[in-house]
């Protein structure tokens, strides 16, 4: 299934400061029984967006209006435990189209990569910096290139670079999953099989 291309993204952050955020926590189990895309984003970190009676926890980031955007800024060791892709999934559908961290799960990263969520890991050091910015000024914005493989701090043109697979980095600018790649090379792939 295709996903949105992805050059180069300007917006405001979502800070989530909270490290070693498991994928349970981001999709609780209770709701992976889909096997449809859609509609996870309701779900999205639902044991922290609402009590027991589904109303929302005025205390949690994505229920505070002061904070929006399209890019999630994670404390350390974001995505770690089971491997399941619905995580991205409900990231996805949420409306994030990256995710920001000092550390990854290695699985959780690559799950991002083939949905369409943009990984960039950043130094602890950096990380620091940008959640004091997001904090100081919820209208701070954040400038992600994956070309130059930079993210940026707009106010004050701090950035660091971060790494991408060239084939993941392609795929991304071109909205292509791994099914979406071959797809795209049919002709190639024909061509070459008649020379077999």
């Known amino acids: 299934m295709a996903y949105d291309k992805f050059n180069v993204l300007t917006?405001?952050?979502?800070?989530?400061?909270?490290?070693?955020?498991?994928?349970?926590?981001?999709?609780p189990a209770r709701f992976l029984k889909a096997t449809e895309r859609e509609g996870f984003g309701d779900n999205l970190f639902r044991d922290w967006r609402y009590d027991v009676e589904g109303n929302p926890k005025e205390d949690f980031v994505l229920n505070d209006s002061t904070y929006s955007g399209k890019i999630l800024l994670a404390g350390k060791n974001f995505g770690s435990g089971s491997s399941r892709e619905h995580a991205v999934w409900a990231l996805y559908d949420y409306g994030f189209r990256c995710v920001v961290s000092s550390f990854f799960a290695d699985i959780f990263k690559n799950n991002c990569l083939n949905i369409g969520v943009l990984p960039v890991t950043i130094s602890p050091e950096f990380a620091d910096v940008l959640f004091a910015a997001v904090e100081g000024d919820p209208s701070t914005q954040v400038k992600v290139d994956i070309d130059k493989q930079t993210i940026t701090l707009l106010k004050t043109g701090e950035f660091e670079s971060f790494d991408i697979n060239s084939y993941k980095k392609e795929n991304m600018k071109n909205g292509f999953d791994d099914i979406d790649y071959l797809l795209n090379i049919e002709s190639e792939i024909t061509e070459f099989a008649k020379t077999r």
């Open 11 to 27: 917006d405001t952050v979502i800070p989530l400061p909270t490290e070693n955020v498991d994928t349970d926590q981001i999709i």
